[in-house]
Each structure stands twice: as C-alpha cells, then as structure tokens.
C-alpha cells in the first residue's frame, strides 16, 4: 500500500518507523518530515497545514491510506479532505477533533456526560474571569481554549500569576485567538498518566500506559515544555485503576462523543491525574501524544497498519492489539535555552540511530542540523525500567551536538513508585 504520514516532529517518526515494518507498506511518504527521517521514508515539503496542497499530492499520487498525526491539520479538518477525495485515513473528522480544538467543548461533554474531571468555569470576558479568581484559592489552572503548542497551561501558584495568565492569553492574545477563551479549573493532586487508545468509535483498545515529563529541569522543575522525556508503562497505573478508566472514562467518553454526534475514530488520548477520590481527566487529545508515542509504539507487537485501519473501517473489535512485556525510556535531546530562546544550526553526531526519533532537525549538505527546541527522542526498551532506562542514557552519551541540553531524571519517579 501507498501510505502518507501527515506531521514532521519526534512523534510522526516513531509512527513511520513502526509503519515501515509493516508487511503491507510497499511506499512510504511523510509531510513534511524532516531531515532525520530520509532513511525510513520519502520527505515531502508540505507544511502539515498546507491542506490544500497535501491533498492534491495525495491524489496526484494515488495515496491507499493517509495518517494525520498532528493537532492542527485534525481541528482544521483534513481527514475530511481527504475522505472528499476517497482516500481513508487514520485520524479523527474535524467535527470529533473539536475535544482537543476546544478545552471548552472537552470540559462541557464531560460535565454534561458524568465524566470525572476538574472543577471549572469559562471565561471571554477577561474582568469576569479576573474577578473569579479572587474568589478562589490557588494554584490554580488557567488554559487557552484552543490549540496552543501544547504551551497553553498555566498552573499558577498564585492569584496574582492566574491573573498575569488570564491577561497574556485574553489581552496580550499570546496564543492568538486560541485565547480569547479560557478555562479556569481546580487544581488537582496525585500521580499523573497518559494512556493512548485506539478506538473506531464502538471499541476502545487502550495502549501501553506512559509518564510525560513536562517540566525543563531535574527535579521537576522550571518550564513546562512539550515533554522532556517518557516512560513506559506507568508503575501507578495498575489493573484495577484501568479497569476502572475504562467503565468511567473511556468507554463513557465514546459513548458521549458518539451521542453528540461526533463519533470518534482513531487515537484518543487521555491525559489523567489518579486522585485521592478516583481518576480524573486532565485533557483529551485527538491523536497520539508527543512524547509518549516514542515509548509507547517500540514497545507494539501487532501490526501498526493493521490497527489503525481498523479504526477507519470499525473493525477494531476483530484485531488483536499486543504489546512487549517489557519497559520504555525516552529522553529528550534539546536545545539549551528551550522552551524559551534558543539557537539552531549545530550539527548532529548520531553514533546510533537505533531508537532514535528525530524531531527539530534539517539537512543542509549532507550533514543534520538542529533545528528546533527538542531535537531528539532517545528510546530504549529493555525487559525493566531500570535497565531502559539505563540504556536510553547510554544511547544519549553516544550523540553530540552543540548546546544540547536533557534532564537527567527521566524515569527516577517512576522507578521511586516501583520500589
């Protein structure tokens, strides 16, 4: 089959390298990709939202299947495109995408459907979400409704930082529209999870479960950043708060996104906190998380392909979804300065590309050149999350570029919760 990945980061690389291993793939494309990934599929130089443009390719090339990887394409509706055209796709309609487009939408569906999350209240008037916060306490969250680089967060400390948050997103319009919307909610507290699921809007297969490291700095401190590093599976996460997720959230999320009219197909992730009083929903996303598809696919058995053409033709029911017994360490190279300022254009030294996702990287010349924030994802899976974990570090020692920057505690909580 012709297959085109739509998406050009860490996360759409580790998706065409379990792609290519798949008996049915016989060409590969990625759009745009980037300079890393020439070795394991064509690059085309279509921006990810450049929807009219990867549409004609994919006609012109007589594309079998597309898989739409990011955020933004999904929200603005190129599975929609697409299907116009006859071309099946992996990836949520624009009218399902809505639960990552919009925190607003996600929170009310979940109010009205019984789902367990935070409290909260909706704001777009920036004086009334102001005076809100001086009736509660902090920390407290403050969101952008819409797509934001997944830096549209603010877990403010105090009143005085949620003010400073309402005022950058509704005034300074910092995310650009995507602001002019918020949602303020409660914080909550407890261990968190990201589960990825395939579903095709009746069945729901959840992945392997995972720990995203958010934060810059060691210790969990300094900015949030897109992740810094994953683990897989997460120790917190055990079979009976599975079971649980299950009956009160996945299953009941499906059922909801499927009575509103917007059935769901494709990966659903589910970002949780694992309370005191039960699990709650952090956030949804309407695709495979980054970084935590870098830890979650290398550890797939069953045939990528296979899977997600079963969520398109609602046959999920009917395919086994199996994954290795064993443990997954992602760490994430960047650039120093990231998520802030940076500067780009060093040259890469991989002495391995086993495991290795790239992410914020160009060719020029020949030779591979930084060329964003997070540069690379280090993966390595081993029988236990220590020796992963060891191993991913090992891997890390081996590349070397100018200005790169990692934490070095990727995995320590996990392996603290273990014990």
Aim: charged residues 25%; proline residues 5%.
């Amino acid at each position: 089959m012709r297959v085109m990945v739509v998406g050009g980061g860490g996360r759409e690389h580790a998706i065409v390298k379990a792609l290519k291993k798949s008996k049915n793939v016989t060409e590969l494309y990625v759009l745009p990709g980037n300079g890393g990934m020439e070795e394991d599929a064509v690059c085309v130089d279509i921006g990810a939202k450049d929807l009219d443009k990867i549409v004609a390719f994919a006609v012109e090339n007589k594309i079998e299947y597309a898989v739409v990887a990011p955020d933004d394409p999904l929200v603005l509706g190129l599975v929609d495109r697409l299907n116009e055209k006859g071309i099946p796709c992996f990836g949520p309609d624009k009218k399902a995408a809505v639960i990552e487009g919009s925190k607003a939408f996600s929170k009310d569906l979940m109010r009205r459907y019984n789902i367990p999350t935070a409290e909260y209240a909706t704001f777009t008037d920036r004086d009334e979400a102001v005076s809100y916060l001086q009736t509660k306490s902090a920390p407290i969250v403050v969101k952008a409704d819409g797509l934001a680089l997944g830096k549209g967060v603010v877990i403010a400390q105090t009143t005085e930082e949620a003010v400073e948050a309402v005022n950058s997103m509704m005034r300074d319009k910092k995310f650009g529209e995507s602001g002019s919307k918020v949602v303020i909610e409660e914080f909550l507290t407890g261990p968190e999870v990201s589960v990825l699921a395939f579903t095709d809007g009746k069945t729901v297969k959840p992945m392997v479960s995972s720990m995203d490291h958010k934060r810059a700095l060691d210790g969990d401190k300094g900015l949030n950043t897109g992740g810094m590093g994953t683990i897989a599976p997460n120790p917190y996460y055990t079979p009976e708060i599975a079971a649980r997720c299950m009956k009160e959230i996945f299953l009941p999320t499906i059922d909801a996104m499927n009575k509103e009219g917007r059935t769901f197909r494709g990966c659903l992730y589910f970002g949780l906190m694992l309370t005191p009083s039960g699990p709650k929903v952090i956030e949804y996303n309407c695709r495979f998380g980054d970084p935590e598809t870098q830890v979650v696919l290398p550890l797939l058995k069953s045939d990528l392909l296979e899977v997600m053409m079963a969520t398109t033709n609602g046959t999920l029911n009917n395919v086994e979804v199996e994954f290795e017994k064993g443990c997954a360490c992602c760490v994430i190279m960047a650039s120093e300065g990231y998520p802030s300022s940076y500067e780009k254009g060093f040259e890469i030294t991989l002495g391995t590309t086993d495991g290795v996702y790239v992410a914020g990287a160009k060719k020029v010349g020949g030779k591979l050149l930084t060329n964003g924030g997070r540069v690379l994802g280090v993966t390595a899976t081993a029988p236990t999350l220590r020796k992963a974990v060891d191993a991913a570090y090992e891997k890390v020692k081996k590349i070397e570029f100018k200005n790169a920057f990692y934490r070095r505690d990727i995995g320590q909580r996990a392996l603290l919760a273990e014990e």
